[in-house]
């Protein structure tokens, strides 16, 4: 199996009322301590030994990196990704992510590629556990999916082994619709997991489960040990824990 395809989400951004609103300016071009979000992102991809090619979803206008490809947006994330694997024939394994993971390191993707062949699931999701996350960050606000294992919040990195996920992928718009509401993100899945979820009689790796057996795949989680691969830039106070961040790693060791 050849190194992984690299898909990056990086479409127009809606007025949301956050305080991180944009206007015509797309997100991904917002600068995060003087390097643009998506640059931050290819820079990581590139870096990782996993990834074997780099396909932004996204209009042209963002940037031109060495070897890097554009395929169109649509709509909505769930349907870019819809029409780029009906257009696509050889693109896995897939990892797909987002042009706002600006925090993403080449060590956070190549531990994230190789769970994900290990398990040998059709679907990984990237999760963290919140309080984990709350333990480094205590006023970072991040959605949680409370199991018996802990309250998990996911990372914004999925992997794809087969074209088996493409008819999933209709499920993922609706988590789009309701990701800030973990209950009817999980009720979708079916009343077992819904029950499963509620009781706290299932792990993470078993909602997935039986969440996956709902959509005909095989689900599994890539759990991701560092605090900050859970942190996207969704909020205004969002963009400056990671500017905090990020100025810190460009701090020289003493």
Not at 54 to 65: A, H, K, Q, T
Not at 140 to 150: C, E, L, M, Q
Not at 216 to 228: D, F, H, L, Y
């Amino acid at each position: 199996m050849s190194g992984f395809t690299a898909l990056v989400l990086a479409g127009k951004r809606k007025n949301t009322g956050d305080g991180l609103n944009t206007g015509d300016t797309l997100k991904a071009s917002m600068s995060m301590c003087g390097i643009s979000m998506i640059d931050r992102v290819i820079a990581a991809l590139t870096n990782s030994k996993n990834i074997s090619r780099i396909i932004v979803c996204g209009p042209p206008e963002l940037g031109s990196w060495p070897g890097v490809t554009f395929c169109p947006m649509s709509t909505s994330p769930a349907r870019s990704l819809s029409s780029f694997l009906e257009s696509q024939v050889d693109c896995f394994p897939l990892l797909v992510t987002a042009a706002d993971h600006a925090l993403l390191t080449p060590e956070m993707i190549d531990h994230f590629c190789e769970k994900t062949l290990a398990q040998g699931t059709d679907f990984t999701i990237g999760m963290a556990n919140k309080a984990m996350v709350l333990a480094a960050y205590p006023k970072t606000t991040r959605t949680g999916f409370p199991f018996r294992d802990g309250t998990w919040s996911s990372c914004n990195l999925f992997g794809a082994t087969s074209d088996k996920v493409a008819g999933a992928v209709q499920f993922w718009h609706f988590v789009e619709q309701n990701r800030k509401k973990p209950w009817k993100v999980i009720g979708a899945f079916g009343w077992l997991t819904l029950l499963g979820v509620l009781l706290r009689v299932w792990t993470v790796k078993t909602a997935l489960k039986h969440g996956g057996e709902h959509f005909g795949i095989t689900v599994s989680p890539v759990i991701m040990p560092w605090a900050q691969a859970a942190i996207d830039v969704d909020t205004l106070s969002d963009k400056s824990l990671a500017e905090e961040i990020l100025g810190a790693r460009a701090l020289p060791a003493e």
